[in-house]
Each structure stands twice: as structure tokens, then as C-alpha cells.
């Protein structure tokens, strides 16, 4: 593209999909027959596609995913008591648009996480702000945060993020500040944004395990009543893996 000062513009304002598009126009000799307004709209057309493609990929980036999973890979077929048409439904990304939350409760292995995460990757690809952390790191990285001043700022990272997605919610104790923090989380998103949980304990439990009656309460109001609840049955997936 050098040496040419049109390109070298359009680079400069940072217009890179009109610019590789007019690159191939002038060096290929393509749409010579195009009116200034077709070719106007073409122009603009690359350049919109080049920046949304752009974002889904820095979205992906910054979401922190674990896995590669996306809905087009879903396996239906296994004995794991997951309903298509509900999954097909959440896929439609409604339960974000309507502040909804999800939980996936089910034994380890049986996709709880891939599934969350397809719908992470499918909401990054949709343009929603997405954001994955396994719930005890979130809660080290919020105590530290509390120690060192900067627990506001994260709060609110956190809060503008359109789906969050806790993994593993449950397998560490609750002390005071991760009780705490989840009771900040939850209060700050509830009713503005959405929440993905995935726990190998089932939800009936959770009052227990969070632990200080009052604060379990108003944590499990915010959280439980406004999720699609999706609970995973059968054998560990990645156990068929390893076998077959």
C-alpha cells in the first residue's frame, strides 16, 4: 500500500478496511464498473465489517475464556439431561437483553463450563462485553484490590461488563471478603446486567456455603430468581473422551 497518498490517508486516519479495499481496486483493477455511489458504499461497507471484526476479536481477547466453545458445537447427543430448545433459546442471547441470569449445576465433566462459554464467545461475537473468571481468582484478585484501594475500580469493570461468568462457584470457602465481595458483585449487577454461574453444588446448598444468613439471603434473592437454571446429569464427558 506505499507510496500511494490516498492509501497513506486512509491508513493515517486509521480507515485500514477502506484502505485494503482500495488497495486491490487500483492494484487488481476490480469494480471498474461501479457507480462513485456503489463504489462509495462498498468502501464503507469494508471498512464497518473490518471494525466490527475487530472488536469481537478484542472482546474474545478480554474476556479471559478458557476454552475454545462456541453454540455450533454443542453435542446434543450425550445423555446429560440438556434440553436443545432451552439451549437454543439462551443462544438467542434474550436472557442478556432482558438481564437474566444462568446457572449450570451439575458433577464435573459434564460440560457445564463449555456450554457457559459458548455463550460467552457467541455474546463476544454479538458485541456484548463479556468477561470469564473462575470465582476464586475473581475473589483473590478483589481482596487484593480491597488492600491496595483499587476495589471500587474493579467493581466497576466488573459492573460494566454485559455478561459475567463465574466458574467454579463454590468449590473454595467463604471468608469475609469473598462473601462480601460477592454481595457487592451481585448488588451492583442485579437488574443491569447478566450473570452466568457454574457449580458442581447444587443451588439448594448454596446458603450454607455462603455462609452469614442475612447476606446469603439478599445474594441468593438477587441471584436464583431471576436465572434460567440449566442442571447437567450422566458421566463425565471428558472420561468418554479419553476412552474412545
Request: aromatic share 10%; hydrophobic share 35%; proline share 2%.
Amino acid at each position: 500500500m506505499a507510496n500511494h497518498p490516498t492509501i497513506e490517508k486512509m491508513k493515517h486516519m486509521k480507515l485500514y478496511g477502506m484502505a485494503q479495499l482500495h488497495y486491490s481496486a487500483i492494484h487488481e483493477n476490480m469494480y471498474g464498473d461501479y457507480t462513485t455511489d456503489e463504489y462509495l458504499n462498498l468502501l464503507i461497507d469494508q471498512e464497518w465489517e473490518h471494525r466490527q471484526s475487530r472488536k469481537i476479536v478484542n472482546l474474545t481477547k478480554t474476556a479471559g475464556f478458557r476454552l475454545q466453545a462456541y453454540p455450533s458445537d454443542i453435542d446434543y447427543t450425550s445423555k446429560r439431561n440438556l434440553d436443545k430448545n432451552q439451549f437454543e433459546r439462551l443462544v438467542s442471547l434474550e436472557f442478556i437483553r432482558k438481564k437474566q441470569n444462568i446457572i449450570f449445576e451439575g458433577a464435573t465433566g459434564v460440560g457445564k463450563s463449555y456450554l457457559a462459554q459458548a455463550l460467552g464467545h457467541h455474546a463476544c461475537s454479538m458485541l456484548y462485553k463479556t468477561l470469564y473468571f473462575p470465582t476464586a481468582r475473581l475473589f483473590e484478585k478483589l481482596k487484593i484490590a480491597k488492600l491496595d484501594g483499587t476495589y471500587l475500580k474493579e467493581l466497576k469493570k466488573l459492573q460494566k461488563a454485559h455478561l459475567l461468568i463465574l466458574d467454579d462457584f463454590g468449590l473454595h470457602p467463604f471468608d469475609n471478603y469473598s462473601r462480601q465481595a460477592l454481595m457487592d458483585l451481585i448488588e451492583d449487577r442485579y437488574d443491569r446486567t447478566s450473570t452466568i454461574v457454574i457449580s458442581q453444588i447444587p443451588v439448594s446448598k448454596w446458603h450454607g456455603l455462603i455462609g452469614e444468613g442475612t447476606i446469603a439471603d439478599a445474594i441468593l434473592d438477587r441471584l436464583v430468581n431471576s436465572s434460567h437454571r440449566i442442571q447437567l446429569e450422566g458421566d463425565s464427558m471428558r472420561k468418554k473422551k479419553k476412552i474412545q
